[in-house]
């Protein structure tokens, strides 16, 4: 079955821990992304890639960092210098085109990240 | 203001009813999406529109590009249709996303 994973699905980390959530897709994208959420608020994104080797900053990407070392997998590290961390995390992919169309981006489960 | 507006915040309708949950953006977009997010966080995307009007069963998703507007229409409800319907837009790749509308349909 093709599709995107995220593991754990729930993570608990001490204040000042560094943490890295993984993400994983079979579905032959190029481009990934990271989005945090919020209670009542909307998805923000925190970094996304269109190949490998390659990634951007989002909105939020303070206190984050990322690696795209092969097409499969976008890990996503929460720094410590990150202030506020403890939010839902999804990982979505999708068919990157030129850009001039939107395409379908699927959804990972997400992970429930709390710091203690 | 947000880029993408939606409205209501929150729904509850009765089992049957007819829900219309609305979106309205302000970019510039090449296509809107719209997202069903249940209770245990996982997406599922319902439609893409660039242009007019899409059905999939008891859904139809509408967008009229002039005025930037879109809407999602759920005929016949059912409580299996709780869940967070989320609109976002996309261009060049890069979507943004609405607060989301929590529908609570009851038996």
């Known amino acids: 079955d093709g599709g995107i994973t995220q593991s754990p699905k729930y993570l608990f980390r001490k204040e000042g821990q560094n943490v890295t959530l993984s993400c994983e897709q079979n579905l032959n994208h190029d481009a990934m992304y990271w989005y945090r959420q919020d209670p009542g608020q909307g998805l923000r994104l925190i970094y996304y890639s269109q190949i490998v080797n390659d990634f951007q900053k989002g909105d939020i990407a303070e206190g984050y960092s990322v690696s795209r070392e092969k097409k499969e997998s976008f890990p996503l590290t929460v720094t410590s210098a990150q202030k506020n961390p403890t939010a839902f995390y999804l990982c979505?992919?999708?068919?990157?085109?030129?850009?001039?169309?939107?395409?379908?981006?699927?959804f990972g489960p997400g992970t429930r990240l709390t710091v203690l | 203001k947000n880029e993408v507006e939606q409205s209501p915040q929150n729904l509850t309708a009765q089992e049957g009813e007819f829900i219309t949950i609305n979106c309205s953006y302000s970019?510039?977009?090449?296509?809107l999406h719209w997202l069903q997010q249940h209770p245990g966080g996982g997406i599922v995307s319902l439609f893409m529109l660039s242009s007019g009007k899409k059905k999939h069963g008891r859904l139809i998703a509408t967008i009229n590009i002039q005025e930037k507007h879109s809407s999602l229409h759920i005929t016949a409800s059912h409580p299996r249709d709780s869940a967070v319907y989320i609109c976002?837009?996309?261009?060049?790749?890069?979507?943004?996303f609405g607060d989301g509308t929590t529908l609570t349909v009851k038996p």
């Open positions: 970019v510039g977009i090449s296509a």
């Open positions: 976002a837009v996309t261009n060049a790749g890069k979507s943004t």
């Open positions: 979505a992919s999708s068919a990157w085109t030129s850009g001039k169309r939107g395409d379908t981006q699927y």
